[in-house]
């Protein structure tokens, strides 16, 4: 067998195979609505929390005020049922505090690590993709492996 060390017009062996690299775009492709899908969920997390806590700040101010009204000093009834409906908001209050303390553990935090996450994925990503070419680069330089 004869050695030709330039071998112009014949096709060039791919390093990695096409199916292979098609199906890596594909998964990338996937990571990426993930990434964008978790981006979204975080987001209307944070949306859905501070949401929950103005509304129980309204329904605690909205007690309040009905019992420093003038109605209520009057009428003992009316009195006795604004107290219990303020302290049902109170307590509404301190169940919508627990619960957004428990979304924010279980939910947002573990969105943003994985966030995170995703980011270093994605910027090595063209890194590694970039690979294969560099390395026929490489081996397509005539007098670079003559220096060695």
């Not at 019992?67 to 302290?87: F, H, I, K, R």
């Not at 908001?89 to 935090?109: G, H, L, S």
Request: aromatic share 8%; hydrophobic share 40%; proline share 5%.
């Amino acid at each position: 067998m004869s050695w030709i060390p330039f071998k112009i017009g014949q096709p060039k062996k791919q390093i990695v195979p096409k199916t292979v690299e098609r199906d890596f775009e594909r998964e990338y492709g996937k990571l990426q609505q993930l990434e964008e899908q978790t981006r979204r969920l975080q987001k209307d997390m944070k949306k859905s929390t501070d949401a929950d806590l103005a509304m129980s700040k309204s329904a605690v101010k909205i007690s309040l005020d009905l019992l420093s009204n003038p109605l209520c000093e009057q009428d003992q009834d009316l009195l006795n049922m604004v107290t219990a409906l303020d302290m049902a908001m109170k307590r509404m209050d301190a169940f919508n505090q627990e619960k957004v303390n428990q979304i924010q553990k279980t939910v947002i935090e573990p969105l943003k690590k994985r966030n995170k996450l995703f980011w270093s994925w994605v910027t090595s990503w063209p890194q590694s993709h970039e690979l294969p070419g560099l390395h026929s680069q490489i081996l397509d330089t005539p007098g670079l492996w003559l220096a060695w």
